[in-house]
């Protein structure tokens, strides 16, 4: 028996090989989807372009026409008992929420070992701003301005997802949104296309990293495709109205961003683009995606959002539903069973060719074997407890909570609050609140694992300072008889106080969107009562959106914008407010003064009649300026940085030629601090009317008192080209100015003629 042992264990690992073989070359994955294409029925083929979520009760296809006995053992059966019945007849592409490396490997086995392919399941989830370690939403991120750290951020997502058996995450959504009204502008990185594309690219290296096959890597998807941050008046899944030359300019380049980093997946959206819905538009799904960008991926429809073409009045039916998506270009339904149910009478009616069938299926399982899924199928069911909320990644997020924190105001130098206070007030509805640190879309974090702020603020205090706290009113609705009056009474007894206030976080994100964005319920009304108390206030907002807060910025001298930061947000707030750590976070979106003036964004065009003080006969309004309240790119510090030396590599340049563009940065405070440098420029005149300014380069440096710093960027000719009159992309001769600033406002400016 000792002699017969290795001949065993070498015939049992030879057995195992195919799970520990090294990733196929491209031709031989080729051979292999070939191979695999050619041994499949209609239904195998359709069951690869179908995904449920967990809980789901699919219909399995063959009790459709079967007896009632058939149709009654089916009804009988649980959910999970269906899907490993999809499983065991290869009709199980892609399930949704199944979470647990036990529970996927549970289905996994079924699919691999009994059905008659193999055909591994790729399972997907929402992980947003991570999973179990919870980062800021993606606009407080896209705050951060840095996008190492908001790469980090996704890797450590990936990592902690991919411990429970989850393969794919419908992330980084990359719309650009201009409507604060709109839910899901907390989703993204706000309104301008050059910030979003690189946040794009960084998150999607996060996610799928050097190697997609690894086990903490996950396939990232790149959604909602396309316009759907266009929502006329900020309404989640309202209409889009896009002109052709805005689509390109400002909607798409974040797309194609994400194409450009070797996204693996897409996602087609819910919303209804200039008439034509954005699942079943073949010009953005198969002209723009496949033909012009070459993306190589597969797209998966929305949440039924092949279904909704019914009613956005698109189809008739079910079966003209998935015809409409499928020949459009969406490979994968989402949901609603659309194609597993309707598609094999649409191709025995030669209404759909197999051919479309067949290309879907390809692209598919072009994803599951670069994920390494047809090599590596399980989940080591080990790992979880060693990744999950590990505290690297903790670490991790309190690095990204603080630096996505923007200084909004900071008159007469209130922040940074001293340790030695006597007495502080603390006060809000948000201030003693863990859950809504996470914002929406919180994947598996819990409220467990969130320390409010009010308990980071009591560890920053001495001993013997005195903290009282009031929540004075909730976040929505009445407040209860004297709590505004109580936390008054705490004010008046403080040195400071400290107001936490803001939005819950369910009310950004989707199905979200507010027709006002002031402070919901009565807080506006407390933050009154506790500026008349004459004493120091510093209010810290936590939300999803811009808000519109002309009041506060009008008498509160102190404003932090915490978004919604997360499982160390609190920590991150306390060390902002104490001084342990200086604000450099810049806004990724402008702040409105009221919605009167939505949509506001710094690249406006001029018109032909900018706004005027001295003349009624101009772009404005009666009864409020035409600035922001606060503009894209602004956030103060602790410290103060001077610009000089704005210096270009030529004054003159031909078209197709690059541009270097330096410019000197110096610390001139008493602090060590963050400066985002940023680089915008202006074309002021073109064969199509240009923005006033458009962001074309950044960075974010770290100066030390007296320091002073060149940096320097290069504009490639694509930095200065557009879409001229015939819709043709080109560089423009003509004279242009370059700006280098702290923010989309005022900065140093050098002029420049592309010949």
């Not at 009654?72 to 892609?94: D, W």
């Not at 008659?116 to 399941?121: A, E, N, V, Y």
């Not at 390494?372 to 690095?399: C, M």
């Not at 199509?688 to 974010?700: D, I, Q, V």
Request: aromatic share 8%; proline share 6%.
């Amino acid at each position: 028996m000792k002699k017969a042992f290795p001949v065993l264990l070498l015939f049992a690992l030879l057995l195992a090989a195919p799970l520990f073989a090294a990733d196929p070359p491209p031709q031989d994955i080729e051979a292999r989807i070939e191979a695999l294409l050619g041994n499949m029925s209609l239904e195998e083929k359709l069951g690869q372009m179908t995904q449920y979520s967990e809980g789901q009760s699919p219909i399995e296809t063959e009790v459709m026409t079967g007896s009632e006995k058939d149709r009654q053992l089916h009804k009988n059966k649980t959910s999970r008992e269906r899907f490993i019945a999809l499983a065991r007849r290869g009709m199980l592409g892609s399930l949704l929420n199944c979470i647990g490396a036990a529970k996927v490997n549970e289905l996994q086995k079924v699919a691999v070992k009994e059905s008659k392919l193999g055909i591994p399941i790729i399972f997907g989830y929402d992980v947003i701003h991570g999973y179990r370690t919870i980062f800021p939403i993606p606009l407080g991120q896209a705050a951060s301005w840095n996008p190492g750290l908001v790469e980090k951020g996704a890797q450590v997502a990936a990592r902690e997802a991919a411990s429970e058996g989850i393969h794919w995450t419908f992330s980084p959504m990359v719309d650009i949104a201009r409507d604060p009204r709109w839910g899901r502008i907390a989703e993204g990185s706000g309104e301008d296309p050059f910030l979003t594309s690189v946040m794009a690219r960084a998150q999607v290296r996060g996610y799928q990293g050097s190697d997609l096959s690894s086990p903490s890597s996950v396939a990232a998807c790149a959604k909602h495709y396309v316009g759907y941050g266009a929502a006329i008046a900020g309404r989640d899944y309202n209409t889009t109205e896009i002109p052709e030359r805005s689509l390109r300019e400002i909607y798409l380049p974040s797309f194609k961003a994400a194409v450009l980093e070797g996204v693996a997946t897409f996602m087609s959206a819910f919303n209804d683009l200039n008439g034509v819905p954005t699942s079943g538009n073949r010009y953005t799904l198969t002209t723009i995606l496949r033909d012009e960008w070459k993306f190589k991926g597969f797209v998966v429809s929305d949440w039924e959002s092949i279904l909704q073409l019914i009613p956005h009045g698109f189809a008739a039916n079910r079966a003209q539903a998935g015809m409409e998506g499928v020949l459009a270009g969406v490979d994968m339904d989402m949901a609603d069973g659309i194609y597993q149910e309707c598609l094999p009478a649409l191709v025995n009616e030669g209404k759909v060719p197999m051919a479309v069938i067949d290309e879907s299926v390809r692209r598919i399982l072009r994803i599951k074997f670069q994920k390494g899924l047809f090599e590596n199928p399980y989940t080591d069911i080990t790992l979880a407890p060693k990744v999950l909320l590990a505290e690297s990644h903790k670490t991790d997020a309190l690095a990204m909570a603080r630096e996505t924190i923007v200084l909004l105001k900071n008159e007469g130098k209130t922040l940074p609050l001293k340790t030695t206070l006597s007495s502080v007030a603390v006060v809000g509805p948000l201030a003693n609140d863990g859950r809504n640190l996470m914002g929406s879309w919180y994947a598996q974090g819990r409220d467990g694992d969130n320390v409010p702020i009010l308990f980071e603020l009591r560890k920053k205090l001495s001993p013997s300072c005195k903290l009282t706290y009031s929540q004075g009113c909730p976040i929505e609705g009445p407040a209860k008889a004297g709590e505004i009056e109580a936390a008054v009474k705490a004010a008046k007894a403080a040195d400071v106080v400290v107001a936490v206030l803001g939005e819950r976080g369910d009310m950004c994100g989707e199905a979200a969107s507010r027709s006002s964005i002031d402070l919901p319920g009565r807080q506006q009304e407390l933050l009154e009562a506790l500026h008349a108390t004459e004493k120091p206030v510093v209010l810290v907002l936590l939300n999803g959106r811009p808000l519109t807060i002309q009041w506060a910025a009008d008498h509160i001298p102190s404003i932090v914008e915490a978004w919604f930061p997360g499982t160390m947000g609190a920590r991150a707030i306390a060390d902002v407010i104490f001084g342990d750590y200086n604000p450099g976070g810049k806004l990724p979106v402008t702040f409105p003064r009221n919605v009167g003036q939505i949509p506001i964004y710094y690249s406006a065009k001029n018109t032909g009649r900018p706004a005027s003080a001295s003349d009624k006969f101009t772009s404005k309004y009666l009864d409020v300026p035409v600035t922001p309240l606060y503009p894209f790119g602004h956030g103060l510090s602790y410290t103060t940085f001077e610009y000089s030396g704005l210096e270009l590599s030529s004054a003159s340049i031909k078209r197709g030629e690059d541009l270097q563009v330096s410019v000197t940065v110096k610390n001139t405070g008493a602090r060590e601090g963050d400066e985002v440098v940023q680089l915008y420029i202006r074309d002021h005149v073109a064969s199509a009317t240009r923005p006033l300014k458009e962001l074309k380069a950044f960075s974010r440096i770290h100066l030390v008192p007296g320091e002073a710093r060149k940096v320097s960027f290069t504009l490639t000719p694509d930095s200065f080209a557009f879409y001229n009159r015939e819709m043709v992309r080109t560089v423009e001769a003509g004279a242009f100015s370059v700006f280098a600033g702290g923010s989309s406002q005022g900065g140093l400016e050098a002029k420049l003629e592309i010949e």
